[in-house]
T-cell receptor, first 111, second 113 residues
Framework: EAQVTQNPRYLITVTGKKLTVTCSQNMNHEYMSWYRQDPGLGLRQIYY???????DKGDVPEGYKVSRKEKRNFPLILESPSPNQTSLYFC??????????FGNGTRLTVT | GENVEQHPSTLSVQEGDSAVIKCTYSDSASNYFPWYKQELGKRPQLIID?????GEKKDQRIAVTLNKTAKHFSLHITETQPEDSAVYFCAASTSGGSYIPTFGRGTSLIVHP
């Protein structure tokens, strides 16, 4: 089944403790992206990648890192999480001018 | 860069009524306009999309219209049902921008039985 898989689905952590949210797609898509969703603000892009070893900042990249060492994986790294990074995170992928395929989301709480 | 405005932020209708959600965009080069539906606790999923070479597209009870001159596009849902209750997002993108979408802030549609 074609899908985008994110893990974990839920994560509660403390300020400053490094964490990684994984994202993997099995559709051989070149484009992958991370979004955060907050009430009233919609979907805001954090980082995106057009292909392996190519990453670019989105609209809200501060406090986040990404890497794209393999085509299928695009992990999101928070090296020193803060409470304002509490949010719902979505990974997405697509190929060419086509719709995004979203993962099931990761709800992160930073205390 | 592209800016997408979406209205209304909340829309409440009675079952069987029609619902219309409107989006405007700023970049006249935008040429791909998808709409996503996000049910409570779930991921956004594409429900319909339109490209700039057509003015309207229908899929059963859902239709999207595009006015390139005015730079706005709309989602129309007829004969609404309770299962249409969700948050709807519009987006705009352009080939020159590698089709990276800019999203509207979303519309929460509530369909009352």
């Amino acid at each position: 089944e074609a899908q985008v898989t994110q893990n974990p689905r839920y994560l509660i952590t403390v300020t400053g403790k490094k964490l990684t949210v994984t994202c993997s797609q099995n559709m051989n898509h070149e484009y992958m992206s991370w979004y955060r969703q907050d009430p009233g603000l919609g979907l805001r892009q954090i980082y995106y990648s057009m292909n392996v070893e190519v990453t670019d900042k989105g609209d809200v990249p501060e406090g986040y890192k990404v890497s794209r060492k393999e085509k299928r994986n695009f992990p999101l790294i928070l090296e020193s999480p803060s409470p304002n990074q509490t949010s719902l995170y979505f990974c997405a992928s697509r190929q060419g001018p086509s719709p995004l395929h979203f993962g099931n989301g990761t709800r992160l709480t930073v205390t | 860069g592209e800016n997408v405005e979406q209205h209304p932020s909340t829309l409440s209708v009675q079952e069987g009524d029609s619902a219309v959600i409107k989006c405007t965009y700023s970049d006249s080069a935008s040429n791909y306009f998808p709409w996503y539906k996000q049910e409570l606790g779930k991921r956004p999923q594409l429900i319909i999309d339109i490209r700039s070479n057509v003015g309207e597209k229908k899929d059963q009870r859902i239709a999207v219209t595009l006015n390139k001159t005015a730079k706005h596009f709309s989602l129309h849902i007829t004969e609404t049902q309770p299962e249409d209750s969700a948050v709807y997002f519009c987006a705009a993108s352009t080939s020159g921008g590698s089709y990276i979408p800019t999203f509207g802030r979303g519309t929460s549609l509530i369909v009352h039985p």
